[in-house]
């Protein structure tokens, strides 16, 4: 597979699309919150306080990390309901407000209509969870950045969908599991793992968030930042398995479940993770109507 370090010459229909990615980085006008919370990512460089000004210039963005800080799982942890900003501050902290706000920003920038936009968000948001909430089982992973990578491990299917025939957006949303990589590479040439980790690697995110999203349907026993990508990975498979939503992909396969088994990541653990998921899944499922 191509990726970092083995990138193959691409046949000229494959340079053009990721040309293609190239240009919606370059053409995108990315809010200022973006771009101050990209740069400052694994840095110390953004405070709270700096944070908190940008998110308040953005009314859409303010409100939808209230309803992050109301939502189920962080209502049952602190028992207050979040009226402002600053509350949401404090029940999420810095790092959870970031991601929401990142991941936001860069669904929003896709000319994609709504529904579709909505159900990729959804599918998205619950491997996040997941991918958070396994990671905080795995001794040395990051919760956080695991949470990040899964909000973001299938921005390549909005990549291409933005790229294709507007008519066939919903043949690539609604073919499941393995199918929509074939289909993919039908029509563009290369899957969504790629267009994700080309377009995140041209807005200058870090490797850890981008190599989860190049490996995230391929569980391989070496790669960098394993103790990410093994979440990943493993939470897309889960989902997949749990849910009955047409435009979720992935499978609960036998080389997923050997992953997480390999971490440790046994059914208790697994029972918990759909728990959470069941518990959020309202939340999701309203969020992006907000
Ligand atoms: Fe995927
Ligand atoms: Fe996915």
Redesign the pocket.
Known sequence: MPGPGNEEIGSPAREQIRKRIAAIVELSAFPLTVQKIISALGKEALTIQALEEVIRHDQSLASKIVSVANSAFYHVQRGVHVNSLDQAILVLGMNTIRNIAMGISIFRIFPLPYMVLKQMWA??YR?ALASGFLASRIPQSDREISFLAGLL??IGRVVLMSLGDKSAVSGFLYVRGMDIIRREQEVFYCHHMEAGYWFLKGISLPDEITLPVLR?HDVIEKTEHPLIVAPVCIA?GL??KLSDDES???EWSDSVVALATKFSIDQTVLTECMQLLDMEDEFINTFFES
């Open positions: 599918h998205s491997v491990h299938d995230h897309e989902v997949s979720t992909d992935g």
